[in-house]
């Protein structure tokens, strides 16, 4: 029999020092005919963006834009310049981490909302975020990505 090995767990401290750590907020809105509501879904301390994009899949989205990004009949989406010449392409997951999540995106299409849509995205509130925020995880007023 093998001995108990205790885990270390590593502290947001450690984190830190490890990587740079910041901090997101991250938003929603819900539009349906007859109603809209914009909202602040919580904060999140993460490295990078990729982090975001993946936490909202999971936590919000239930796999929906990973979904998108392994659909092989899913075409690339063009860039446009401001003259909507064709700059460039770039997969789903490129998109949504340029725009930082779909509630950005001005060119969602709501024509099926009759029962709502619910969009998500983020935004970085502060870059190299330090001080301790373990009372405030503990209290789920921030979430951590680590």
């Given amino acids: 029999m093998k001995p108990y090995r205790k885990i270390k767990r590593i502290t947001l401290k450690e ?3 490890m990587g740079k750590m910041n901090l997101y907020r991250i938003t929603f809105s819900h539009t349906a005919p007859k109603d809209r509501e914009e909202g602040i879904k919580g904060y999140l301390i993460a490295e990078n963006d990729e982090q975001v994009y993946n936490y909202i899949d999971k936590t ?9 990004e392994e659909d092989e009949d899913k075409e690339l989406i063009e860039i446009y310049d401001d ?29 099926d909302a009759y029962y709502g849509i619910t969009l998500y995205g983020w935004e970085k509130v502060k870059e190299n975020a330090e001080g301790d925020y373990t009372e405030m995880i503990d209290l789920g007023i921030i979430f951590n990505c680590i």
């Fill in 15 to 17: 984190k830190q020092i």
């Fill in 60 to 68: 919000y989205n239930y796999g929906c834009w990973k979904d998108n």
């Fill in 83 to 111: 003259d909507y010449n064709v700059i460039g392409i770039e997969t789903f997951r490129e998109y949504m981490l340029r725009i930082n999540g779909e509630q950005n995106d001005e060119n969602y299409d709501y024509s």
